[in-house]
Nanobody, 127 residues
C-alpha cells in the first residue's frame, strides 16, 4: 500500500509560480511511476505529467509543456511539480498518483492506469 499527500497549492496571480509536493509513504519502489493530474470545476480529471520513479520516461501534456516541470527527491520520497507562467485555465485541484510496475516503454496518461491517489491540493490562478 502506498500513501500520497500533496501540498503547496494556493492562490497565485497569472504569470506567477507555485511548486507542488507529493510525499509518498509505504511500499514504494523503483519500478513505480508517478503522475500529476488535475480537475477543474465541472470538468473531467485531466492528465498533466508522468515520470518513472527511477528517472526517465517523462511525458507532459501539451497544455503544460514548457511551463511545468516534474522532479523527484529519492531521499525524501517526494515528487515535485514546478509550475511557472501560470494561467487562469490552470486553476484546478491537482492530484498526485502512483502506479506499480511502470514500464519505461510507454506513457501512462489515463487516470485508470494508476493505483494510488492523494487527496488533492487546490491551485487557483487569478487573472
Amino acid at each position: 500500500q502506498v500513501q500520497l499527500v500533496e501540498s503547496g497549492g494556493g492562490l497565485v496571480q497569472a504569470g506567477g509560480s507555485l511548486r507542488l509536493s507529493c510525499a509518498a509513504s509505504g511500499r514504494t519502489s523503483s519500478d513505480y511511476g508517478m503522475a500529476w493530474f488535475r480537475q477543474a470545476p465541472g470538468k473531467e480529471r485531466e492528465f498533466v505529467v508522468t515520470m518513472r520513479w527511477s528517472g526517465g520516461s517523462t511525458y507532459y501534456a501539451g497544455s503544460v509543456k514548457g511551463r511545468f516541470t516534474i522532479s523527484r527527491d529519492n531521499a525524501k520520497n517526494t515528487v515535485y511539480l514546478q509550475m511557472d507562467s501560470l494561467k487562469p485555465e490552470d486553476t484546478a485541484v491537482y492530484y498526485c498518483a502512483a502506479r506499480q510496475r511502470y514500464s519505461g516503454l510507454i506513457y501512462y496518461t489515463s487516470e485508470y492506469q494508476y493505483d494510488y491517489w492523494g487527496p488533492g491540493t487546490q491551485v487557483t490562478v487569478s487573472s
